[in-house]
């Protein structure tokens, strides 16, 4: 049973760090194209011409998007997401293992299973699916010449399911914590060696 932990753990870490560092390049990538942006509208409007469209303003806000929801997974594993802890500081690991075993028992799976209840169905309609069944159209912009709204939509579904997925292997770590399983603990509950110092 500890070496399919083991297996399950290293691969959804793998999973969520790719899309950390993904996240990471995309923050480049939408620099780049709105900085692209903004120098064209300003010279196509110096020689008369229309440089730029709806297109690359959209395709900002789907990069910016993509950023935040690849990002989730990443987030929960290096521990970076915002904590209110000037009490939790002071608890040992493992009563804060247990009250981030609550927290992800009671708060934070539901609300990942809720996210994907509640969002699959507009993803599906997003993509052409009417009431009656049938496949139509998928949705585009209102805005000429903008982009799709169905793929940048089903990215939610993966961010929540990654997430999710994250979500277990944190509670197997704080499993682990309460039962000091060393090489499972989460990594901001790990034993760290004290500095050698130099007389």
Not at 160 to 169: D, G, H, M
């Amino acid at each position: 049973m500890k070496r399919i932990a083991h297996v399950y753990v290293n691969a959804i870490d793998k999973l969520s760090e790719s899309l950390g560092t993904l996240s990471m390049y995309l923050v480049i990538i939408t620099f780049v194209i709105g900085f692209a942006n903004v120098v064209l509208r300003y010279f196509g409007r110096f020689v008369g011409l229309r440089l730029t469209s709806n297109l690359f303003i959209e395709l900002q806000w789907y990069l910016y998007s993509l950023i935040f929801l690849f990002g989730f997974a990443y987030i929960l594993k290096h521990n970076i997401n915002v904590r209110v802890d000037f009490w939790y500081g002071k608890f040992s690991d493992k009563t804060k293992a247990k009250v981030d075993m609550i927290g992800h028992l009671l708060a934070l799976i539901p609300f990942c299973i809720i996210a994907l209840l509640v969002t699959w169905r507009p993803i599906l309609t997003a993509w052409g699916l009417r009431p009656n069944g049938t496949w139509g159209l998928w949705e585009l912009s209102p805005d000429p010449n903008g982009l799709p709204r169905a793929p940048i939509k089903s990215v939610i579904i993966v961010a929540f399911v990654t997430l999710l997925l994250q979500a277990i292997v944190e509670m197997i770590r704080l499993v682990a914590t309460v039962r000091d399983i060393e090489e499972l603990k989460p990594h901001h509950l790990r034993e760290i060696e004290a500095p050698i110092r130099i007389e």
